[in-house]
């Protein structure tokens, strides 16, 4: 088991095996938690307000990733050749329209 050494400001190492295995980085949190006489440390992802999806968005993701798994889905040349065909063929219609 590995040990580490308390520092002067109260700072705890983390052994380099424990930081890998748990794919931690500088500045990540940890929960601190006193646990019957030992120190529980539980690396904490703290998410911003702002990153939280609707749920509108979340359902249009759930739908996105069900299409991903059945194959429902058009690569991102086709929806480019798609998208320029509907734009020639809008241009047309008001050309046709203007002229007449």
């Known amino acids: 088991m590995p ?3 308390l520092g ?6 983390i052994p380099k095996e ?3 295995s748990l794919d931690l980085v500088v500045g ?5 938690e006193r ?3 030992s ?13 939280v999806l609707t749920p509108e968005e979340e359902a249009l993701i759930r739908r ?4 991903l798994r059945t194959g429902e889905y058009v690569t991102l040349e086709q929806l480019k050749h798609d998208m320029g065909r509907k734009a020639r063929q809008s241009r047309r ?8």
């Open 93 to 100: 219609k008001t050309t046709r329209k203007t002229s007449s």
């Open 8 to 13: 002067q400001r109260r700072q705890v190492v």
């Open 64 to 67: 996105g990733e069900e299409e």
């Open 3 to 5: 040990v580490s050494k």
């Open 28 to 32: 990540d949190f940890v929960e601190v």
């Open 35 to 37: 646990v019957e006489g």
């Open 39 to 51: 120190i529980v440390l539980k690396p904490k992802k703290l998410v911003d307000a702002a990153d």
């Open 18 to 20: 424990i930081w890998d």
